[in-house]
């Protein structure tokens, strides 16, 4: 794993994806992608030799880390024997698959549709339940991220949603408990879980519970902020769906397979959805896969009514490869177990202590390899060290924040006034310290843009 330095090749690959490549969420003249040369384990690295430790996860995917041989090698396998199938038939990697990920899933939700990622997993989950129910609204969350597909987008509840937003999608906003932005004047954790609850049974109330099919949350918001729902909130959430007859699904896209020290973020507050999207975790992100867990009850509903949708793609041999082996290192290797006892070890305390020190965190959340801290002007106000969706010069601070990090040596992950850390969940404690010292660092330059 040591990087050789190939300045000349590495000019080449910028060359080319510069005059060829269209990025996504990109004004496509105002980016300077880094050309990567290689990863493995916690690490990835340039061609001019420099490495970095990836706090971001890629895209908070690699929970096994870059390269896991194990699951490389069962690619390498699958590839020689199936490289591809259609998914109408029985195959063994997606039969295989769907098993894993069926025994871990919370409750009854034993039936799995696989998509090719997160956004569609969405898109088919919210079809199912709307087919369920015979009902047209989806109720979603603001401060949420479901996706960069029609529907997913339009659940969604942060700024990439506004471009897409056709305003006839069925779908109705409501504020998810957040406590330290509190939308409902609450001091405590039990007063924000309260008023949220009836903040939101008076919005079923209002749009008419008979049209809503769903509630989709991301059980832990991801992009949006990495906010852990108070006490007692899901399981709110989940009774006022049994009263009105409503769907819940949880995304569990970037929460779920070991990121919060559980198999499933659910697993945490002991709720069962009626339906489950996840992605990213299942394999790594080394082949693209999603899907949705299906309940019994949703799963009945199309025994012998056809369900109307699927992909070419659906349960790829050898995405479903790379899922039965990353499943099985994470049993084998401990990982969600890693994953909850560094978090709770290493990287809260190391990040209540940075907190301490440093007068640009306004507030450190989060649980097993799945955090975030809040970045502010001033403490006391909770002003945010940049506006709500800034760019450009509004966006500096927390540019300057994110370049200190990067020369330091760590790839951080950054979304508004959020850094978030989420690093791999099988990261050793030496690199967990190793990328705390370098946010130390980083945080004295936010800290100069303090009031």
């Known amino acids: 794993m040591t990087p050789q330095p190939n300045p000349e090749a590495g000019a080449a690959v910028k060359a080319a994806d510069r005059a060829h490549v269209f990025h996504s969420w990109s004004a496509q003249e105002l980016i300077d ?7 493995e384990g916690s690490y990835f690295w340039d061609y001019d030799g420099r490495r970095y430790l990836d706090f971001a996860s890629g895209l908070v995917y690699t929970n096994i880390g870059y390269q896991h041989p194990k699951v490389v090698a069962a690619v390498q396998e699958q590839a020689a024997r199936m490289t591809t199938f259609a998914p109408a038939f029985a195959v063994e990697a997606r039969s295989e698959a ?9 409750g009854d939700l034993d039936r799995i549709f ?31 991220y479901h996706g960069g597909t029609q529907q997913a987008v339009n659940v969604t509840g942060d700024p990439r949603r ?22 409902f004047y609450a001091e405590t954790e039990e007063q924000e879980c309260a008023r949220a609850l009836e903040h939101l049974e008076t919005t079923i109330a209002f749009e008419g519970p008979s049209t809503i099919a769903a509630i989709i949350l991301e059980t832990i918001p991801g992009t949006a902020g990495i ?3 108070p006490a007692g909130y899901l399981a709110g959430v989940r009774d006022l769906c049994d009263t009105y007859g409503i769907v819940l699904v949880l995304d569990e896209v970037m929460a779920g397979f070991g990121r919060t020290g559980k198999w499933f973020a659910a697993d945490l507050y002991d709720v069962v959805p009626d339906l489950m999207t996840f992605a990213k975790g299942v394999n ?26 699927g992909l070419t793609y659906s349960g ?6 790379a899922a039965v082996a990353t499943i099985n290192v994470m049993a084998e290797e401990g990982v969600v177990e890693n994953a909850a006892a560094l978090g709770a070890s290493v990287v809260g305390p190391g990040l209540r202590e940075l907190a301490a020190r440093h007068p640009s965190v306004g507030e450190v959340r989060g649980v097993g390899m799945f ?14 060290l940049v506006p709500y969706n800034a760019s450009g010069e509004a966006n500096a601070p927390m540019a300057a924040f994110a370049a200190a990090a990067k020369e330091g040596g760590i790839w951080p992950f950054v979304n508004m006034n959020r850094t978030h850390v989420v690093p791999p969940c099988n990261a050793s404690e030496a690199e967990l310290k190793e990328g705390l010292a370098v946010l130390d660092a980083a945080l004295t330059v936010a800290d100069g843009y303090v009031a």
């Not at 790829?316 to 490869?321: D, E, S, W």
């Not at 955090?371 to 945010?384: C, F």
């Open 114 to 144: 696989f998509t090719n990622g997160g956004a569609d997993a969405v898109e088919h989950a919210l079809r199912m339940a709307r087919l369920h129910t015979g009902r047209p609204k989806v109720l979603s969350a603001y401060r949420s």
């Open 33 to 39: 992608p880094l050309a990567v040369a290689g990863a």
């Open 371 to 384: 955090w975030a801290l809040e970045l502010v002007r001033d403490r006391e106000t909770r002003e945010p």
């Open 284 to 309: 790594s992100g080394y082949v693209p896969l999603g899907g949705v867990a299906i309940s019994g009850a949703i799963a009945e509903t199309f025994a012998r009514r056809p369900y109307p949708g």
């Open 227 to 229: 906010m852990l729902p």
């Open 98 to 106: 769907a098993r894993l990920i069926a025994e871990r899933t919370p």
């Open 316 to 321: 790829h041999p050898l995405a479903c490869a």
């Open 162 to 183: 506004w471009p897409s937003d056709s305003g006839t999608a069925g779908v109705v906003r409501f504020w998810a408990p957040y406590l330290y932005r509190s939308r």
